[in-house]
């Protein structure tokens, strides 16, 4: 069974510009997440959806959305790139279950995101 | 809010030393706890979980026992290998769709 994609690995974007991430979640999985890992602040939670329906949203500006497709697969876009916004992007899928602890996340590899 | 406090390192142990990571938490309700595994260059992998107090996680050769009574899930393994060295984090999920992680733990094992 194939793992979580998120496309591109690698990119570099300048401050202003805006970028799109996408991920592909384990086949059969609903829930997909998104983090952000940096050196300074670790792995901070940015949104999680089910179904297509954002279900929680982490302490990040709007410059940071994203979207899920009928098809589980999901999207992030932040906009007005800033410096700060260099970070590993990580992707996460689960079953989603619902009124249960959040359960086990399957990761991907990430795209790193290198503004300059 | 929910929250986890972890050992930071980082940790250098010689192979088939043992080791403890230390890992409490703060949570409303009954959270479920994880430990992930990052190898370098790649994403977070899931090593063990325990889902109630008193349950205990284990996967190859690591263990971790969900104690409430001190809020604590901490990270053992009784002798470890060079393909140990990674970084390790703890983790709580909630009723929040979230997973809440420590900070991280970089270990190296020297052979």
């Known amino acids: 069974k194939a793992g979580v994609t998120q496309t591109p690995r690698y990119l570099i974007k300048t401050r202003g510009q805006q970028v799109t991430l996408s991920c592909s979640p384990i086949s059969g999985h609903r829930s997909v997440s998104w983090y952000q890992q940096t050196p300074g602040q670790g792995l901070q939670f940015l949104f999680e959806y089910f179904s297509e329906t954002q279900r929680n949203k982490g302490n990040f500006p709007g410059r940071f959305s994203g979207r899920q497709f009928s098809n589980s697969r999901s999207e992030m876009n932040v906009s007005t790139l800033e410096l700060g916004d260099s970070a590993l992007y990580l992707c996460?899928?689960?079953?989603?279950?619902?009124?249960?602890?959040?359960?086990?996340?399957?990761f991907g590899e990430g795209s790193r995101l290198t503004v300059l | 809010g929910d929250s986890v406090t972890q050992m930071e390192g980082p940790v250098t142990l010689s192979e088939e030393a043992f080791l403890t990571i230390n890992c409490t938490y703060t949570a409303t309700g009954y959270p479920s706890l994880f430990w992930y595994v990052q190898y370098p260059g790649e994403g977070l992998q899931l090593l063990l979980k325990a889902t109630k107090a008193d349950d205990k996680g284990s996967n190859k050769g690591f263990e971790a026992t969900y104690r409430k009574e001190t809020t604590s899930f901490h990270l053992e393994k009784g002798s470890v290998q060079v393909s140990d060295s990674a970084v390790y984090f703890c983790?709580?999920?909630?009723?929040?769709?979230?997973?809440?992680f420590g900070k991280g733990t970089l270990l190296t094992v020297n052979p």
């Open positions: 983790a709580l999920g909630g009723s929040n769709y979230k997973l809440t």
């Open positions: 996460a899928s689960s079953l989603g279950h619902r009124d249960t602890n959040t359960g086990e996340l399957f």
